[in-house]
């Protein structure tokens, strides 16, 4: 299956990140920390940026976060280098971004919710004064819709239209329609405020995929703007990623979309960055980009009632997350790594035959030992505890990239 491309997006750069126009599909996330707390923030930045969100969004919802908004992009750019930071922004943007240029000028891009920039006759000139800003300072915007915080004027009107004219939509068409609408009507508008095409982005989230892909299918056909991706509460786990799965690889099968981000609800206490690797699986499934090393394992079964396979499956694919910065950053091509983890003879030795390096654990009434290969040959058993499989198999696999991936040429310092 041949992945198709929307080409003729005009390309909009985020911080000096391509997005449309044929560029790579580009990875964003958002922080859920405090913005008034920089240093939590700037911390969060970091971890989603190191874990592969090419772009990190941030609340901007008072005057004391719009003051720490410089603060935060400095601490991220000392400790790992510049990280496109996107402004948050709702109700009170046009007051923020005036007040606060410092603000204004750190931040790569400006993300407006025309359904709540302001209301009645203010609406326009809120709208345009945030344009403005961003005219100013050269900065790029995204008019994000979302199904949850519609213009309600638009809505009545568009309800009160279908009655009149007895066109016959239900409720759920007209709010689509509505969107559709916005989105539209607030690019020009933005357009009419001086922004570049080129400074455009579009966004049309809702939280039902099948309503997610038919509103990106319209509106593809209505624009030339990059559009961002992604449901916009996808839900917590496994119901989050299947769903916002099944809606962004219908679209992105058809060359709809340039940037995504999985909005998981996460566990209290967990894991932000899951959201980034939920994006890049997708990705990486479709065979649109390469992150990380994949990691095959199977799914167990009568022949596999240790839980050891499933350990060490775990355990590997943890250490590989976990090692994939400093990868990233010194070996080329280190993404391309495939390694399996299976739990018995079946497809065990096959799969680990296939992958880069494999392990095949014993299942029930198999010997003892675990076959290992690299590269389609046997390599040596191992045994003993799963601690120390765990440890032998880690030091074979940092072994085999350290050996195989060229290292990186360090830039020249320019004088």
Not at 97 to 126: F, H, S
Not at 272 to 291: K, M, P, S, T
């Amino acid at each position: 299956m041949t992945l198709l491309m929307r080409k003729d997006t005009v390309p909009v750069y985020v911080g000096g990140v391509q997005i449309g126009g044929g560029a790579p599909v580009v990875v964003q996330s958002m922080t859920n920390t405090d913005t008034e707390d920089p240093m939590a923030t700037a911390r969060q930045v970091i971890e989603l940026s190191e874990a592969g969100s090419e772009l990190v969004r941030i609340t901007v919802n008072t005057p004391r976060a719009a003051e720490c908004v410089p603060e935060i992009a400095q601490r991220v750019n000392d400790a790992i280098g510049h990280v496109p930071l996107i402004g948050d922004f709702h109700y009170n943007g046009h007051r923020l971004l005036t007040k606060y240029p410092e603000c204004a000028a750190a931040l790569a891009k400006y993300r407006i919710n025309p359904g709540n920039v302001g209301k009645g006759a203010k609406r326009d000139d809120q709208f345009a004064t945030i344009c403005k800003v961003a005219v100013d300072n050269n900065k790029p915007v995204r008019i994000g819709v979302n199904m949850g915080s519609l213009n309600p004027e638009l809505v009545l009107q568009k309800m009160q239209e279908n009655t009149d004219r007895n066109l016959g939509k239900n409720g759920d068409e007209i709010m689509n329609d509505c969107m559709l609408i916005s989105a539209l009507e607030s690019t020009a508008l933005a357009l009419d405020c001086g922004l570049r095409e080129d400074q455009v982005i579009i966004s049309v989230k809702t939280s039902t995929p099948r309503y997610l892909i038919e509103l990106y299918e319209r509106l593809s056909e209505e624009t030339r703007q990059p559009l961002h991706l992604g449901l916009t509460e996808a839900g917590m786990g496994m119901k989050g990623q299947i769903w916002s799965a099944a809606a962004l690889a219908v679209l992105l099968e058809q060359g709809i979309g340039d940037t995504i981000r999985v909005s998981l609800t996460p566990r209290p206490g967990g894991d932000r960055r899951e959201e980034v690797y939920a994006c890049q699986e997708i990705l990486q499934a479709l065979g649109l980009r390469q992150f990380a090393p994949s990691i095959t394992a199977c799914p167990g079964c009568g022949r596999t009632t240790s839980t050891t396979f499933q350990e060490l499956a775990n355990e590997t694919q943890e250490y590989v997350r976990a090692r994939m910065p400093e990868w990233r950053a010194e070996f080329e091509g280190v993404e391309d790594l495939k390694v399996a983890v299976m739990g018995c003879i079946v497809n065990g030795p096959g799969e680990s035959k296939a992958a880069n390096i494999g392990i095949s654990l014993p299942g029930n009434g198999e010997d003892p030992v675990c076959p290992v290969f690299v590269d389609g040959e046997r390599y040596a058993n191992f045994s003993g505890t799963r601690e120390e499989l765990s440890q032998q198999f880690r030091d074979l696999v940092e072994g085999y990239v350290s050996r195989t991936y060229p290292r990186r040429v360090a830039e020249p310092i320019a004088s």
